[in-house]
């Protein structure tokens, strides 16, 4: 290793601080800077020439330093918030839903046939409780009743709170 760097890159580092400061509009990442620079003119100590000028040789470590990670940056953008990130690629988890969906079916399955059709007709294809009762040939609150029933069992049975129990709670 060359000794003239070795003794003298302390002398610098002042000076390398406050250069990848201006380059780097950041303390932390000026520091980080500063160290890789360090760490690479003491590691390629046997390239520099003694008798040049040691500190226009560390600044330029310094500068390619920054230059090659502003590159790697724009090639590869780390977000400052991680979780942020991980929440932007991440896709939540479909089984919750599947299960949930299992569930209704099995318990749709478990309804009386009219109950079951009142459901599918009003909850699912968002037929009026007039056109249910025109389909189905029962009377008005025949379907009424029969829906009220069927939204009840259902959510009985898959474990949910109907908007009256929540509101008695």
Not at 16 to 22: I, V
Not at 34 to 56: D, F, I, S, W
Not at 68 to 92: G, L, N, Q, Y
Request: contains cysteine; glycine residues 6%; positive net charge.
């Amino acid at each position: 290793m060359n000794n003239d760097v070795r003794r003298n890159l302390e002398r610098h580092l002042p000076a390398l601080q406050r250069y990848a400061m201006s380059l780097a509009c950041d303390p932390d990442t000026a520091q980080d800077l500063v160290q890789e620079c360090a760490m690479r003119a003491l590691a390629k100590a046997n390239l520099y020439k003694p008798g040049t000028n040691l500190r226009a040789w560390l600044f330029t470590i310094l500068r390619n330093l920054h230059v090659s990670d502003a590159r790697r940056r724009r090639r590869r953008p780390t977000a400052k918030d991680p979780d942020a990130a991980i929440e932007r690629i991440s896709t939540p988890a479909r089984q919750p839903a599947a299960i949930m969906l299992h569930d209704v079916g099995d318990a749709m399955a478990d309804l009386p046939v009219q109950q079951r059709r009142l459901l599918m007709s009003i909850g699912v294809e968002g037929k009026s409780y007039d056109e249910a009762s025109d389909a189905f040939g029962i009377p008005l609150g025949t379907v009424k009743s029969g829906y009220a029933r069927a939204r009840k069992a259902l959510a009985a049975r898959v474990g949910w709170q109907t908007a009256t129990e929540a509101g008695n709670a």
